[in-house]
């Protein structure tokens, strides 16, 4: 059975910084590419970061220079970096990964960038 579990997620101040993860069990783990995807109240799910199986990265716009996405192997976890954080970083981020079978998303967890 494969499982997503996202933690890190919390209430922060702009300009603050958080990490976030996302541990994969029930899959090959190194084989997937990852990716961490956000939604905000009433918009779109979006990507926010993706990493391929031997590390290449691809960033939204709108976090490039403040969010990096990484990933631990023999960890089976992957990453998501946030520096700089501001208000409109603030959603519910999950994880996703396309196995050969399906596409499976964490339950996500959430950011809150207020003062």
């Known amino acids: 059975q494969v499982q997503l579990v996202e933690s890190g997620g919390s209430l922060v101040q702009p300009g603050g910084s958080l990490r976030l993860s996302c541990a994969a069990s029930?899959?090959?783990?190194?084989?997937?590419?990852m990716a961490w995807y956000r939604q905000a109240p009433g918009k779109y799910r979006e990507l926010v970061a993706s990493?391929?199986?031997?590390?290449?990265?691809n960033y939204a716009d709108s976090v490039k220079g403040r969010f990096t996405i990484s990933r631990d192997d023999a960890k089976n976890t992957v990453y998501l970096q946030m520096n700089t954080l501001k208000p409109e970083d603030t959603a519910v981020y999950y994880c996703?990964?396309?196995?050969?079978?399906?596409?499976?998303w964490g339950q996500g967890t959430q950011v809150t960038v207020s003062s």
């Open positions: 996703r990964v396309p196995t050969t079978e399906r596409i499976y």
């Open positions: 029930g899959i090959f783990f190194s084989i997937y590419a």
């Open positions: 990493i391929t199986d031997i590390g290449g990265t």
